[in-house]
């Protein structure tokens, strides 16, 4: 594309990455990557979202753990994307792109019990397993093994953070419960 083209011009070119994959495997595994990214932006989200909101007598332990738990997920969206555009797609470009892709569901409610924070991000976090477990399946048909192993790293990852949410939700209440 010439100096002179204009910005609207400019915004048209194809960013074309070298890739040794087909066009179908470029087209389904970053349709894949992008659906998880925008999951884990929305988790991120919601994650943040709860740490912002906890309240009540495990808010110190809660709050903290959320935090940990987003820095995870937003250290994650990096790697997805980029991976995106190594194997030769377009990766996710605005928040509306984000909200048009993401699959788990947000969480506007102005409370959320401690206990139902803990509950909701342990399923979503169950759901981006499937999702990953998917993509896993699509970067094997499509012989992109550096992506799948990738993904085996980000499913052990999620397990962990569902395994630390299920024994944050097993603590008794005030209630003795």
Not at 133 to 160: G, M, N, P, Y
Request: charged share 30%; aromatic share 8%.
């Amino acid at each position: 594309m010439s100096k002179t083209a204009s910005p609207k011009e400019r915004q048209k070119a194809k960013l074309d990455t070298p890739t040794d994959l087909g066009s179908n495997a470029t087209r389904d595994i970053s349709g894949a990557l992008n659906a998880l990214l925008a999951d884990v932006f929305a988790l991120y989200m919601k994650t943040k979202n709860f740490h912002w909101h906890v309240s009540g007598p495990h808010f110190r332990d809660y709050h903290l753990l959320f935090d940990e738990q987003a820095a995870e997920l937003f250290a994650l969206t990096d790697p997805i994307a980029e991976r995106v555009r190594k194997v030769g797609g377009t990766t996710l470009h605005s928040i509306g792109d984000i909200a048009r892709h993401q699959r788990l569901a947000d969480n506007d409610a102005a409370y959320v019990e401690p206990s139902d924070m803990i509950a909701e991000l342990r399923e979503d976090n169950q759901a981006l397993i499937a999702s990953l477990r998917e993509t896993h399946d699509v970067c094997d048909e499509e012989r992109d093994w550096a992506t799948a192993s990738l993904i085996e790293e980000w499913i052990d990852q999620a397990e962990k953070r569902i395994w630390f949410l299920f024994e944050s939700g097993r603590r008794p209440d005030s209630s003795g419960h």
